[in-house]
């Protein structure tokens, strides 16, 4: 049997940390319930974007600790009651970035940085081992050469469940055709990566499962 959660709108991505909490995002909005979904509350962006509602979709939960919340530079370890800057931020103006919080180390993170728009676009790849402290540039993709108006994404960037040395990404060329998405996979935290999986025609998105595999 099924029972409606209350949540009104489209529910784009569902979130369930190991301690316990639920998170939904909608277009603008993020809930979340700590009663197995019966009851939702929004949570709120940081102070400092007050006003911008479409910051509640950028924020990135703690995979095991529902309590620790990222949105850009901004971190908060007591359920975002205070927000804190994180120290050295590597992303520039104009950059868009994805964030990773490895579900193995909990001071291990993932930046995927995306470029400013021009005739040659990349997305650098960084990691920090202190809890976003400090970053160390892992490797760069680049748009195909001679190619003109090609947009790179990363739709899906995720870490091993249980072993903080493997992280998987996936970087896909648009409206150009050059780099189809093949799951790619690290076994020393993103310095060096192979291919593990290639479909045509189908962009993965997402991993599931694995907290039983080494």
């Known amino acids: 049997a099924w029972a409606l959660t209350g949540l009104t709108g489209i529910i784009y991505r569902l979130n369930a940390p190991a ?21 939702w509350r929004t949570v709120d962006p ?14 990135v939960i703690d995979p095991v600790s529902h309590t620790r919340m990222f949105v850009d530079r901004w971190v908060t370890n ?20 994805r964030l990773l919080v490895s579900p193995a180390d909990p001071n291990l993170l993932y930046l995927a940085v995306r470029s400013v728009p021009s005739t040659k676009e990349h997305v650098r790849f ?8 400090t970053w ?23 870490g091993h469940p249980s072993d903080p040395a493997v992280v998987f990404q996936t ?12 799951v790619r996979r690290g076994v020393d935290q993103g310095q060096t990566l192979s291919d593990v ?12 499962g694995g907290r039983g595999a080494g």
Do not use: C, M
């Not at 160390?136 to 995720?158: C, H, K, M, W």
């Not at 999986?197 to 599931?208: A, C, K, N």
């Open 171 to 182: 970087v896909v060329e648009y409206n150009a055709g050059g780099r189809d998405g093949p």
């Open 19 to 39: 301690s316990g909490a639920l998170f939904a995002w909608t277009e603008w909005t993020l809930h979340r319930s700590d009663d197995a979904g019966s009851t």
């Open 197 to 208: 999986l290639f479909r045509p025609g189908r962009i993965p998105e997402h991993l599931v």
């Open 78 to 97: 007591d359920d975002g009651t205070t927000w804190t800057p994180l120290g050295d931020w590597p992303v520039h103006d104009q950059e868009t970035s």
């Open 136 to 158: 160390q540039q892992t490797s760069i993709v680049y748009s195909a050469d001679g190619v003109r108006n090609s947009v790179l994404g990363v739709p899906l960037f995720e």
């Open 46 to 59: 940081p102070p400092v974007f007050a006003g911008q509602a479409a910051r509640a979709r950028q924020i």
């Open 126 to 133: 960084l990691r920090s081992h202190d809890a976003g402290n």
